[in-house]
């Protein structure tokens, strides 16, 4: 579990990400590169801690693999009444 502010702030940004590529086309191994990208970057910036930063890959890949993260919410159709 994250407990940090700032961690949990680019987890959110993270995953946010994620959903919205998903649904706009991009599959698993485009997520993880993207990820990978992500992660590299906050390593090089040093932006977040070493042991931080291997956390918040923990559990943006705890994400990415559960499938009801990504699963399309259906529309709610409502019964056509006929009214006489």
């Known amino acids: 579990m994250l407990q940090d502010a700032p961690t949990i702030r680019h987890y959110q940004k ?18 993880r590169m993207y990820i990978d990208g992500y992660l590299a970057a906050l390593r090089h910036s040093s932006v977040l801690e070493p042991h931080l930063v291997h956390r918040l890959e923990e559990e943006t890949f705890r994400y990415l693999n559960d499938p009801s993260n990504f699963e399309m ?3 709610m159709v409502q019964p056509e009444v006929d009214y006489y």
Do not use: I, Q
Not at 14 to 31: A, K, Q
């Open 14 to 31: 993270l995953t946010d990400s994620l959903v919205e590529m998903w649904n706009r086309g991009y599959r698993y191994d485009d997520l």
């Open 73 to 75: 919410a259906m529309p």
